[in-house]
């Protein structure tokens, strides 16, 4: 799967576009229509809707297109974890300012995280972070 090379700032994809670009994370091979319409069955949208967010995700640099026989099969030209980090930044700073103290006091106020979920940050944080969420 390619890295955007240009830049790990990107453009916040809407939701819809989301969902269909998270499909094509899932797979670690070139995906069709078909698997993508498959996986997102319980939206109920049309052929038309997947193949224009389809259209609108290749325009932006998201995904690429490839000829495989007689259909078209869809390759993340954007890594996942970069998309991921560079969204979560750009999220802590539009609405936090920056702060994750802001954002965990606000899940913790709301509910949104547990006490539970809060001690394993800690732990998380004790040993120098990871990737063991």
């Known amino acids: 799967m390619g890295e955007n090379k240009v830049s790990e700032k990107f453009c916040r994809l809407p ?6 670009m998270k499909v094509v994370w899932e797979f670690d091979a070139p995906v069709s229509t078909i698997m993508i319409m498959e996986r ?3 939206k109920n949208w049309h052929i038309s809707t997947v193949l ?19 259909y078209n099969v ?10 991921l980090k560079s969204e979560t930044k750009s999220f802590l700073e539009r609405l936090h300012g920056n702060s994750v103290k802001s954002l965990i ?10 006490k539970e979920e809060l001690d394993e940050i ?4 004790e040993k120098g972070g990871g990737n063991d969420v």
């Open 52 to 70: 224009k967010l389809i259209s609108r995700l290749t325009e932006r640099g998201f995904i690429k297109s490839e000829k495989n026989g007689r």
């Open 40 to 42: 997102l069955k319980y």
């Open 122 to 125: 800690a732990k998380i944080i």
């Open 74 to 83: 869809y390759v993340p030209l954007v890594n996942e974890a970069v998309y």
């Open 15 to 20: 939701d819809a576009e989301l969902e269909v």
């Open 105 to 114: 006091a606000t899940l913790y106020n709301t509910r949104t995280i547990s």
